[in-house]
């Protein structure tokens, strides 16, 4: 017989998930991905003004399309620009310098400092 949370449950266990880890975990939860969809979704899968996410290849070998709560758009957009700033530093000459990953809640931008304040607290 399959085990089901309770709402206060699934609750308890998001609260304490931070950073990237977190926001997987309230991805998976609040769209309904599988987590290979989730590890597979790129940016332009995301659209913020319809408040959708296109998995690709889905089940069946299918496209599909789900909505996006609007409580995880902030701190998607603040991933994204994360992921933005890391990308151009390794199109520039401060590739060369040591970068903290960013599930230590390091950016350039701050966004998962901002999502996480004790991640990668020393």
Known sequence: MPVVLSV??????????????GLLARLLYGTGMRIGEAL??????????????VVREAKGDKDR???????????LRAQLACLQCLGSRGRTREATRVAAPPSR???CHGGLRRIAPTVGAW
Request: aromatic content about 4%; glycine content about 4%.
């Open 8 to 21: 206060e449950e699934v609750s308890a266990v998001l609260s304490r998930l931070h950073g990237e880890y």
């Open 40 to 53: 597979r979704l790129r940016v332009k899968d995301v659209d913020f003004d319809r408040l959708t996410l």
């Open 65 to 75: 399309a789900l909505m996006l709560p609007r409580s995880l758009v902030a701190d």
């Open 105 to 107: 809640g390091i950016c």
